[in-house]
């Protein structure tokens, strides 16, 4: 990323859909298990899905940061009502802070085609803020995904470089899905700094980052949460309470030292785990 490129992410936010935010989207850990569905339940009588598209995967880490490089362009875009986004690939990784190359392209590609294809279905577990309703069906993130490989001004000159490879970056153009889109526009959002996000290496701690960021939106400065309901809800496929601190200890320092949070606790009481926050004072 170019110095002003960085300049300018020290003062970008991000604004995401609360309701998408509290509900587990991406695969955080590379266990086959968890190449089956996502299946959560956030209260009684609710029930969330995440659905791979047959012959996909679930949506990983990088789909993870596409996610929210695409709500960050549609806030600066200032929130289209038809939802449409138009980019190149090579723009858009370079504001993820990612290396441009064929690999990361490619990658680019195919966790949009996800985010069309996956299906996220609810039963009362997400919440509406433009009809003030809960949902029972199911959606995806990106209703509309089209990706041309070559940019429309470059294409006559194309045959002059035959050792050109065809998977050569282009122009994308894609359609935040009615729901998501509608969330954000109504103000029902989770508000994320981008310097802090992309000072997380770490995807579970930016996944923490963003679930600390909804707790925040809903009034608190510290939250518990089990253990066991926090591993639901990010998700984790680890379950014994060893494994999991072993995996969120180093996303908390993370969070610590980027600012996120003050403080973070995991204690143990009457023979259950829970995680307790402490959040900082939100960067400006």
Known sequence: MSIPA??????????????????????????????????YEPAEGQRWRVLPSPGDRLPGTFDQDVYVELCHRFNEAGLPSDGMLRFTLHAFLRSMGRRVDGRTYEQLRSALSRLEHTRLESAGAYFDAVSGTVVHGQFTIL??????????????QLPLFPALPASEPGEAQIKIAPLV??????????????SQYLALSSPVARRLYRLLEVAREEGNVTWRVALGALADQLPLSQRYPSHLQRVLEPAHDMLVGAGVVRDVQIRQHNREWFVDYVLASRQT
């Open 181 to 194: 889109r509608g969330n954000i526009a109504a103000g029902h959002t989770a508000i994320l700094a981008s």
């Open 6 to 39: 960085r300049r300018r992410s020290t003062s970008r936010t991000i604004l995401l859909d609360r309701s998408l935010e509290a509900l587990p989207v991406f695969r955080l850990s590379d266990s086959a298990s968890d190449d089956g569905a996502i299946s």
């Open 143 to 156: 209703s509309f995904v089209a990706v041309d490989r070559r940019r429309h001004t470059n294409r006559e």
